[in-house]
C-alpha cells in the first residue's frame, strides 16, 4: 500500500487550501484514513480522522474549519482546510490504519503567511 498525498503550497491568512491523499494497493474495506501534522520544533499531531463508514474526528485546532472527506471508490481522502492561519503552517501527512497494517504517506508542506 502506498499513500500520495498533494495539495500543500503557500497561502495567506484566511485563505483556503485543498489537501488530498491517494492510496494505491489492496486497502481493504474497513480501515480509519486520517491527517496529521508536524511544525517544526512540535510533535506529530492527529488533526482528522474518518472512517471507511464515514465517521469524523477533529482535533479542538481545526474543528470548524477543516472537513475531512473520503471517495472509497477511488480509496483517495480529502482534506478542506479554510480559514487558515499562520500556525496552521506544518507539513502534513496522510494516514491509513487497517486492522493489520498502519501506513503513512510522505507530506506535504503547507505555508500559511500571515
Known amino acids: 500500500v502506498q499513500l500520495q498525498a498533494s495539495g500543500g503550497g503557500l497561502v495567506q491568512a484566511g485563505g483556503s487550501l485543498r489537501l488530498s491523499c491517494a492510496a494505491s494497493g489492496s486497502i481493504g474495506s474497513i480501515n480509519t484514513m486520517g491527517w496529521s501534522r508536524q511544525a517544526p520544533g512540535n510533535q506529530r499531531e492527529i488533526i482528522a480522522l474518518?472512517?471507511?463508514?464515514?465517521?469524523?474526528n477533529y482535533a479542538d485546532s481545526v474543528k470548524g474549519r477543516f472537513t475531512i472527506s473520503r471517495d472509497n471508490a477511488k480509496n483517495t481522502m480529502y482534506l478542506e482546510m479554510n480559514s487558515l492561519k499562520p500556525e496552521d503552517t506544518a507539513v502534513y501527512y496522510c494516514?491509513?490504519?487497517?486492522?493489520?497494517?498502519?501506513?503513512w504517506g510522505k507530506g506535504t508542506l503547507v505555508t500559511v503567511s500571515s
Open positions: 474518518i472512517t471507511s463508514g464515514g465517521a469524523t
Open positions: 494516514r491509513l490504519l487497517t486492522p493489520k497494517n498502519n501506513y
